[in-house]
């Protein structure tokens, strides 16, 4: 089929999993089993569409054939004739729906996601802008029936929050935020503003899929492990004991700082769920910038000139710079991000179908 992807391995693959799942340890591993389910399940939804697509490419063809032969019956010629602008339709949104099926998935589309927040240029408004972002998230994920553990946080002063970093646990939940990652720029007047003039500031968003110990293996004697005691602006989060837990990997020099929890123990665990998925997503990086130029989900330094969006508050409007897409902001605000996640979802998948068909 033309300008349409080789369906000989997605049928290869296919049989090569029904082998498989006919064999009788193949649910042994439980985790394994439901990773390849998943896929069976998709490449015969391909092979699916494929199929339907080449039926009504061969119905146009005979639809076409019909009204150029000279001996056919003239009441079928016409009849054929005014099949043929539905079946052009029918079969140009079957392709459309093939090209995209046949796009591979992101790996990390089903995991869970930590999100961390922190405080870029501009101060106490900046830090104030991260606990107004955080919030929306939280709403965001309750609005779609997720769960939402606190990580870490450091508060400040101004009652926002210098860095925060939340697990989100549900269905598909990095598929739906990974386009988040980047820097956010707020333009407002502050509270303590006497003159009324607007100031800029950035926090930015990381999204990380939640990595597993077989994903990525840390030595022990690669941790270098201090604890101290937790503390917080306004009292809160102190504690008498030292539970608050500082955990650096050696090798890259990545560090995270967890005293959410009162114990050890759990601030400990909640350290080495974060640090494996930060080292996933640097080794995910890695591996993308072999093949790509720029990473969609950057974060960047935080400077204000590098924005992925920007909130407009006396303009109620917020506006996503990679799409151009402009929407009102109080409700965004609340945690209504569906009609913002979908247009960024589709504008990748556009991106993406036309770098297949350009043969990148």
């Known amino acids: 089929m033309e300008g349409i992807p080789d369906i000989a391995p997605f049928r290869t693959r296919k049989e090569e999993l029904d082998a498989k799942m006919a064999e009788p340890d193949f649910f042994s591993d439980q985790r394994k089993a439901a990773e390849l389910g998943r896929e069976h399940t998709r490449l015969s939804e391909i092979i699916g569409m494929y199929d339907a697509a080449a039926k009504l490419e061969d119905d146009l063809a005979g639809n076409r054939a019909l009204i150029g032969d000279p001996d056919a019956d003239a009441e079928l010629k016409e009849l054929a004739e005014e099949e043929i602008a539905g079946l052009e339709e029918e079969l140009a949104a079957k392709r459309e729906e093939l090209l995209l099926a046949m796009l591979p998935p992101d790996p990390s589309d089903s995991r869970n996601t930590i999100i961390e927040i922190r405080a870029g240029a501009g101060g106490d408004e900046a830090s104030l802008f991260a606990g107004d972002l955080t919030r929306m998230y939280h709403r965001y994920a309750d609005a779609s029936g997720w769960k939402v553990e606190p990580m870490g946080a450091s508060e400040s002063d101004a009652g926002g929050f210098k860095e925060i970093s939340f697990l989100i646990t549900g269905e598909d939940v990095y598929k739906v935020l990974k386009y988040e990652s980047g820097v956010h720029r707020v333009q407002r007047v502050p509270a303590t503003e006497a003159s009324g003039r607007i100031h800029t500031s950035t926090a930015t968003v990381a999204v990380l899929p939640e990595a597993e110990e077989v994903d990525i293996e840390i030595k022990p004697e690669d941790l270098e492990i201090t604890t101290t005691r937790a503390s917080g602006a306004g009292g809160q989060h102190v ?16 560090t995270v700082y967890c005293a959410d929890e009162r114990s050890q123990h759990k601030n400990r665990a909640k350290a080495l769920t974060v640090m494996r998925s930060r080292l996933l997503e640097a080794k995910q990086r890695e591996e993308q910038e072999k093949y790509a130029a720029d990473r969609r989900s950057q974060v960047g330094t935080g ?19 990679r799409i151009g897409l402009s929407l009102s902001l109080p409700p965004v605000m609340e945690g209504a991000l569906d009609d913002l996640v979908e247009a960024l979802r589709r504008a990748d998948l556009q991106a993406r179908l036309d770098a297949m068909n350009a043969g990148k």
């Open 303 to 321: 400077d204000r000139s590098e924005r992925i969006r920007t909130y407009n508050f006396p303009q109620n409007r917020l506006t996503d710079h």
């Open 239 to 254: 504690n008498t004991t030292d539970s608050a837990v500082q955990m650096t990997h050696k090798p890259t020099g990545v």
